[in-house]
């Protein structure tokens, strides 16, 4: 918890031209002002990481598939997989 002034927002993005089931991308909004529902994080690396590690965002964000975090993780500056 914290104001959301100092929180990333991060939302699910469809590629809608993929076909029958596109890939859910995670894209970072940090004006907050992207539509849909958004899940919230501090923006270091360390809770980052925390969040891919419990699978928190398909959680906060109701998703059953997969995600691919790599534009938040470039966001935040992070190496990740």
């Known amino acids: 918890m914290d104001s959301w002034s100092a929180l ?3 939302v699910a993005a469809t590629d809608g031209d993929a076909g029958g ?3 859910v991308r995670l894209r970072p909004d940090p004006r907050h002002r992207m539509p849909g529902r958004g ?3 501090h923006p270091t690396p ?3 990481e925390l969040a891919v590690r419990r699978k ?7 998703l059953q598939a997969a995600v691919d975090v790599s534009a938040v993780a ?3 500056g992070v190496q990740h997989e």
């Open 8 to 10: 990333l927002r991060v």
């Open 21 to 23: 089931n596109p890939p």
């Open 39 to 41: 899940a919230w994080l």
């Open 46 to 48: 360390d809770c980052f």
């Open 56 to 62: 928190a965002f398909g959680r906060a964000l109701h």
């Open 74 to 76: 470039r966001h935040l």
